[in-house]
């Protein structure tokens, strides 16, 4: 995998990159095979219709672009960015939205594309915001679902994985705005 050299540490591929110890969660077989299911599964459920994917910027850049490619009906793009965590591991629970949507979605089917949702605060506030411009329905589909105990159920109609309760990198989610560009899902062991 080009310049990215991994070990076999007691059976588990471990990526020592950038000083930190990177372990391979979902690698990128497994993802691919995964969203292909959940594009197909939308593509059925959505047929003749016409849905707007809503994507949460930064982290699910790179879920969409896949995820899309998989959605063999007309869909439509629009984009929303919001910030709930600082520059570190630990959520500060607040969510802002840092950029808007370009397009009304008024009468409109919207599917949020999500990265992951850990506490489940930002899609929580997400769906309230979005819901409060009257669509016609709103869906939920998130790659990863983190193990955390949460007061709320989550709207997750369409979900990739379940994962256990760790910092994962890669695929589109970073540390410290690094490792977005892995082509897997890791979690960081610790730093080196
Ligand atoms: P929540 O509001 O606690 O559900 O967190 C949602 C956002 O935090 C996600 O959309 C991610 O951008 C970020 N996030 C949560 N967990 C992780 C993680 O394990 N790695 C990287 N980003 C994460
Ligand atoms: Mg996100």
Redesign the pocket.
């Known amino acids: 995998m080009g310049l990215y050299k991994f070990k076999k540490i007691n059976g588990e591929k471990v990526l020592i990159y950038d000083n930190m110890k990177i372990k391979v969660l979902i690698d990128e077989k497994k993802l691919r095979r995964r969203v292909r299911e959940l594009g197909q599964e939308i593509t059925r459920d959505y047929k003749d219709r016409n849905p707007v994917l809503v994507s949460?910027l930064r982290?699910s850049f790179i879920f969409i672009a896949d995820i899309c490619r998989e959605i063999k009906i007309p869909v439509t793009f629009d984009f929303m960015a919001v910030s709930?965590?600082g520059n570190s591991k630990a959520?500060s629970g607040i969510?802002r939205i840092t950029k808007d949507l370009e397009f009304s979605i008024e009468n409109k089917e919207v599917i949020i594309i999500?990265?992951?949702?850990?506490?489940?605060?930002?899609?929580n506030y997400l769906v309230k915001n979005l819901q409060a411009r009257n669509p016609k329905n709103i869906e939920v589909c998130a790659l990863l679902d983190?193990d955390v105990p949460r007061k709320t159920e989550n709207k997750v109609k369409y979900k990739g994985f379940d994962i256990p309760n760790?910092?994962?990198?890669g695929y589109g989610?970073?540390?410290e705005e690094k490792y977005r560009n892995f082509p897997f899902l890791g979690y960081i062991e610790n730093e080196q």
């Open positions: 949460v982290g709930s965590y959520s969510v999500e990265d992951i949702v850990d506490s489940g605060r930002t899609l983190k760790k910092f994962v990198v989610l970073d540390f």
